[in-house]
């Protein structure tokens, strides 16, 4: 099946500072996903990206699917960026999209 | 974005009795439903996927008379944890399936402590 990785694991930033998330996937996708939980347990969906670019406030992200990976940045970042920041991309097999996920970028931005 | 509840929270409960948690999708109709478990610091697992009205089908390696899971309507999904453990103690997520829709929507997880 397919293997998703993802670095660095865990990560710790002064807050204002830039950094790049990135997700490495093992087989060609259509489609894939970056989500955040926050330190409390919920989990957002941030971009749905299986190509290309796409920005969101100081968040942005990229995937280059023909060399399968995608990358999150990150600028400026504050406080409530803390947290853990998952990509994930479904399971080809069967009708379900099962999502397969990575296991996580830990991301802690101090003040 | 959709809304999706979980009831409870948090639960704390003793070794050896049944936990029943409660997902439902509040302004969307969910004929799948995905739940997930997740121990600290690691990934989402997949347990199991319930169509609304038949079984569940769950993962290799989960228990499905330990883990019971009812999709008995469109908006509300059930897992129950029968006969808990410590081990059993984790945080448990579910997630509607979004039908033609990209985005996913996750419910806000419940903690359960087995004590």
């Known amino acids: 099946g397919i293997q998703v990785e993802q670095s660095p694991p865990d990560l710790i930033l002064q807050e204002g500072a830039n950094s790049t998330l990135r997700c490495n996937f093992s087989d060609s996708v259509n489609n894939l996903q970056w989500f955040h939980q926050n330190p409390w347990g919920q989990l957002i969906n941030l971009f749905y990206i299986p190509s290309g670019t796409k920005q969101n406030g100081r968040l942005s992200a990229t995937t280059v699917a023909t060399e399968r990976y995608s990358l999150l940045y990150i600028s400026s970042s504050q406080t409530t960026d803390s947290g853990v920041y998952f990509c994930?991309?479904?399971?080809?097999?069967?009708?379900?999209?099962?999502?397969?996920w990575g296991l996580g970028t830990s991301l802690a931005v101090n003040p | 974005g959709a809304v999706v509840s979980q009831h409870p929270s948090r639960v704390i409960c003793k070794s050896g009795t049944s936990v029943k948690i409660e997902c439902r999708s509040l302004?969307?109709?969910?004929?799948?439903m995905f739940w997930y478990r997740q121990f600290p610091k690691q990934s989402l697992m997949l347990m199991a996927t319930s169509n609304e009205g038949s079984k569940a089908t769950y993962e290799q390696g989960v228990e499905k008379d330990k883990f019971l899971i009812n999709h008995a309507s469109l908006t509300l999904s059930t897992l129950t944890v029968t006969s808990a453990h410590p081990e059993d103690s984790s945080f448990y997520i579910c997630r509607p399936g979004t039908s033609g829709r990209y985005e996913q929507y996750f419910g806000p997880g419940t903690r359960l402590t087995v004590t």
């Open positions: 302004d969307f109709q969910a004929t799948t």
């Open positions: 994930a991309v479904y399971d080809h097999a069967g009708n379900n999209r099962k999502l397969i």
